[in-house]
C-alpha cells in the first residue's frame, strides 16, 4: 500500500478571552490535521502541533517539502520515512517544523495501518491494555474570580470522577499563587492528585521558592518550572523545591530527553504526541524512560486526533503515569465515539475500534479551513 495523497486541513475555534495562563490570553484556539491517503483510497488521520503563532508556516512546509518526498512511499515503513526527513532536517532551519510535520503524518500511518487490518492502534504497539489515567487540566487565570471560587470550580472535576486536577501558576505575584492552591487543595482534598504547571515563567531562585511554599499542599509534580533549555535550573528545582518536575511537553529527539533525565531534571518524562514523533518515537520514549524506571505521562491541549493517540499510546505501554484533558481546548471532541471518553473508575477504557477509533474521513475529502462555533469558558 502506498502514500497516494497528503492533505492539510486548519482547525480553527475562537475564544471567549477570558482566560489565560502565564504567556497568552486565549482569543483563538488552533490545531493542524494532516490526511494521508492510500493508493486503495483509505485515510489516517493526525495532528500537529502548531502553537505559538499562525500554522500557515508549517502547512506551507508540509505541502512544498514534506509531501513531494512522501508520495508513492510504502506506507508501512515508517522508520525509513522518519530517517529520511530527519537526514534533510541535519543541515537546515526546520527541525522543529519537521517533527511536528512528520509526528501528524506517524500518528496518520497508524491510523491506516490499524484501519487496514481491522484492529486499534494500541494493539499493534504491544498491547499492554491498560486504560489510561486522565486529570482534568487548565486552572487558567480568570479576571476577578475569587481563590475560593477557583477551587469549588476546578474541585467539581474531582467529583465528576477525575482523580488528578492540573492548573496554571506564574502568572500572578508569588502570594496569590500560593493561595489559589491552597483554596483548591482544601476543596479537593487529600486524596486527589494536584499538579502544576509553570509554562516556564520562573527563574531558579523564584520556583524554589514558590515550590517550597505549595510543597505542604502535597503537590505531585511542578510541571517545566523554567525555560525548556536549563536542565541545570530544572534539577536545583527539583532537588531543592520538595516537588518532582515534570517536563518538557514541547521537547522532541531521544536525545534531549536522554540528556533531561541524566541531568537530573525531570521526574515525569512528559512529552506531546504531535511534536515529540508520533507513536514510533512515544513508544521509544516510553522505553527511555522506564531504562530509568522513570514514568511518562502525555500531553493535550489540542483536538480529539491526540486526544485518541494519547489513549493507544497509554494503552500500549506499561510506564504511562496519566494523560492530560484539558477541560478548555477540546477541538471536535463531538466527533469522539460513544463511550470513548467515558470515566469508568477514574480511568477511560482502551479504544477498541480499528485504527484511532475516530472516523473523521469526511474532513479528509474536503479542503479549507475548519471553524468550529466561538466558544471557551
Known sequence: MKISDLRTRVVTKAMDGRHRNPRFVWREKQTLLVFVESDTGLLGVGE??????????????????????????????VEALWAAALDRALVSTRRSQTWAAMSAIDIALWDLRGKRMGVP??????????????????GLYVEGQTCEAFGEEYAAYARAGFRGIKIKIGGAPLSIDVARVEALRKALGPDIRLMVDGLSAFDVPRAIALAKAIAPSGIYWFEQPVPIEDFEGAAKVQALGGIPVAGNESEYGLQTFRRLIEAGAIQFVQFDLSIGGGFTFGRKLAALAEAFSLPITLHHSASIVLMAANLHLAAAVSNCDSIEFHV???LLFERAPAGFLELVGGRFKAPEGPG???N??????EAGEIRLPAGGR
Open 48 to 77: 500537529a502541533w502548531c502553537g505559538g503563532g499562525r500554522p500557515d508556516s508549517l502547512v506551507a512546509f508540509i505541502e512544498q517539502d514534506v509531501k513531494p518526498a512522501l508520495l508513492h512511499q510504502d506506507v508501512d515503513t
Open 121 to 138: 492502534v494500541w494493539r499493534l504497539l504491544g498491547g499492554h491494555g491498560s486504560g489510561p489515567l486522565p486529570y482534568a487540566s487548565g
Open 328 to 330: 478548555l481546548h477540546q
Open 356 to 358: 484511532l477509533g475516530v
Open 360 to 365: 473523521l474521513d469526511d474532513l479528509g475529502r
